[in-house]
């Protein structure tokens, strides 16, 4: 029965994935966990970066994965008047303690830099959200995360009853 709960568990985190328009790769770990390697191509990213950034202000937002960070512009229409903005900035991803970072620099609008509490927040946002569209397990742990120009690749340990010694 316990192994028939994980292979339903894997079946439909696989299900979900490949409808998210990810690549997933499942494999037994010697100790019996799971390593699941997920790739999120570039449009997913972009949508869970716009998503995440959760502005209605900010349009036609572009996400350009270059090899160890994603380069991200979009236009910021202002609150009062017509005028529009250009905003852009790095983001950069790694993996700390399991979970995932997010770290954003050379943020600017209009080239001038943008203040560091909207930088802070945008980055917690952001690692909340890029987590969850990779995470579909709550006994997961992020190991790595790899950005290359055509996907995020994060790679996780999923716990299973017989890595735990059960």
């Not at 770990?29 to 570039?42: F, R, T, Y």
């Not at 380069?71 to 529009?84: E, N, P």
């Not at 992020?142 to 950005?147: D, G, R």
Request: glycine content about 8%; proline content about 2%; aromatic content about 4%.
């Amino acid at each position: 029965m316990n192994g028939r709960r994980w292979a339903s568990t894997v079946g439909l985190l696989i299900v979900a994935l490949f409808l998210s328009g990810c690549t997933i790769g499942v494999d037994r770990n010697p100790d019996g966990s799971l390593k699941v390697d997920v790739n999120l191509p570039e449009a997913t990213i972009q949508d869970e970066i716009s998503a995440g950034l959760n502005d209605p202000l900010i349009q036609d937002l572009q996400a350009d994965l270059r090899d160890g960070y994603i380069l991200v512009s979009a236009d910021r229409k202002r609150v009062l008047g017509d005028q529009v903005d250009r905003m852009t900035f790095r983001l950069d991803l790694g993996a700390q303690d399991g979970q995932l970072t997010a770290a954003i620099s050379q943020a600017e609008i209009n080239g001038e830099a943008v203040d560091q509490a909207f930088v802070s927040v945008w980055n917690q946002r952001l690692a909340n959200r890029l987590e969850k569209a990779g995470r579909r397990n709550p006994d997961a742990t992020l190991e790595s995360v790899t950005i290359t120009a055509d996907a995020v690749h994060f790679v996780w340990r999923i716990e299973t009853a017989r890595s735990r010694g059960g």
